[in-house]
């Protein structure tokens, strides 16, 4: 059977369509048209980016869609095999250092990160939930320094009013006349 890398460019060229073109039809970056056209699968981070890609160029290009994703099935299962098989090669060789070395990349705990801020959150508003309801509930925490009782239950009032009052001569009428 034709591979179907050279069915997709078989094709297009029919057609007397650029990969451009192509691309501008099906809304496929051409760097992945170009991929399909040269059965470099390994360029997809999934097999299903491979197989929509090739179903939406085979409709664009009126290509028998049954027998295109035939043979990227058969395709793909061979690649998975071939895949397996390399797997089963390496795994026989001996462990060096480099193969030992812990791998590169970083992935932050996001998750981890997000529930201990979630409980942070909690932890706060039980502790001034637990300290509303203790103030609340204590009349000897009700009562200000003078003796008499908070209007609104756990918020200390402190008396302010003496510390408004101005000396009425140091306000003078700065406007010119």
Same mark, same amino acid.
């Given at each position: @059977?034709?591979? !179907?890398? +050279?069915?997709? +460019?078989?094709?297009?060229? &029919?057609?007397? *369509?650029?990969?451009?073109?192509?691309?501008? !039809?099906?809304?496929?970056?051409?760097?992945?048209?170009?991929? %399909?056209?040269?059965?470099?699968?390994?360029?997809?981070?999934?097999p299903?980016?491979?197989? $929509?890609?090739?179903?939406?160029?085979?409709?664009a290009?009126? @290509?028998?869609?049954?027998?295109? @994703?035939?043979?990227?099935?058969?395709?793909?299962?061979?690649?998975?095999?071939?895949?397996?098989?390399?797997? *089963?090669? &390496?795994?026989?060789?001996?462990?060096?250092? /480099?193969?030992?070395?812990?791998?590169?990349?970083?992935?932050?705990?996001?998750?981890?990160?997000?529930?201990?801020?979630? $409980? !942070?959150? %909690?932890?706060?508003?039980?502790?001034?939930?637990?300290?509303?309801?203790?103030?609340?509930?204590?009349?000897? %925490?009700?009562?200000?320094?003078? $003796?008499? /009782?908070n209007?609104?239950? $756990?918020?200390? %009032? +402190?008396?302010?009013?003496?510390? !408004?009052? *101005?000396?009425?001569?140091?306000?003078?009428?700065?406007?010119?006349?």
């Open positions: @059977m034709v591979p !179907l890398r +050279k069915q997709l +460019k078989d094709a297009r060229e &029919k057609r007397n *369509l650029t990969i451009q073109q192509v691309a501008a !039809l099906t809304n496929i970056k051409t760097e992945h048209i170009r991929a %399909l056209e040269e059965g470099n699968y390994a360029f997809f981070s999934a299903i980016y491979i197989r $929509g890609f090739a179903r939406s160029i085979a409709i290009l009126k @290509m028998d869609l049954l027998s295109v @994703m035939g043979q990227l099935d058969i395709e793909l299962s061979e690649q998975r095999q071939n895949l397996k098989n390399a797997d *089963l090669h &390496k795994s026989s060789e001996p462990l060096t250092t /480099s193969t030992l070395s812990p791998d590169k990349s970083f992935h932050f705990p996001w998750k981890w990160v997000s529930f201990s801020f979630f $409980g !942070l959150i %909690l932890s706060i508003l039980a502790f001034f939930t637990i300290r509303y309801f203790i103030h609340s509930s204590d009349p000897k %925490l009700n009562t200000n320094s003078s $003796g008499q /009782s209007p609104s239950p $756990g918020i200390i %009032l +402190k008396d302010y009013s003496g510390s !408004l009052d *101005l000396p009425t001569n140091t306000i003078t009428n700065t406007l010119p006349e």
